[in-house]
């Protein structure tokens, strides 16, 4: 399965928090690579590179330059899940990618009466959020 990454925040002692768009929060940490790939030296060696970190487009990895990078699936698998208030909670826009739905499908559902307004969805100013165990509930397992 594809673990789209939608954040990603620089942490002291070399540690990354990486939100995926699933809802799920792990903490990183870079120094085994360090002595792994000569490359990520260069991460201790200037700090404020390892700062500059940002999510790769279309999020399928974090970036800090051309040359340093690391994939969604290396993060997922080898980062630690942590508890955050916002756990299992995401985006239609990211729900609908992952299950392989239209938005008004998910809309329709509240309208029905399938997702409920405050338990398994909340709108927040115009953006919608569902939780993941609701979207399991309803669609099975994500598609992608």
């Known amino acids: 399965m594809f673990h789209k990454v939608k954040a990603v925040t620089a942490l002291p002692d070399f540690r990354l928090s990486v939100q995926f768009a699933e809802g799920v929060t792990k903490l990183y940490d870079v120094k085994p690579l360090f002595d792994k790939w000569a490359a990520f030296k260069s991460l201790q060696d200037h700090p404020e590179l390892f700062t500059s970190v940002e999510v790769d487009v279309g999020g399928y990895g974090i970036i800090w330059n051309d040359d340093l990078d690391l994939s969604c699936d290396e993060l997922f698998a080898n980062g630690v899940a942590v508890q ?61």
């Open 84 to 144: 955050t208030p916002f756990d299992g909670l995401m985006a239609f826009s990211d729900a609908t990618q992952l299950w392989g739905l239209n938005e008004s499908t998910l809309r329709k559902a509240i309208t029905y009466g399938k997702l409920v307004n405050g338990v398994d969805v909340c709108k927040y100013g115009k953006q919608w959020v569902i939780s993941s165990d609701a979207m399991v509930r309803e669609y099975g397992q994500p598609k992608i």
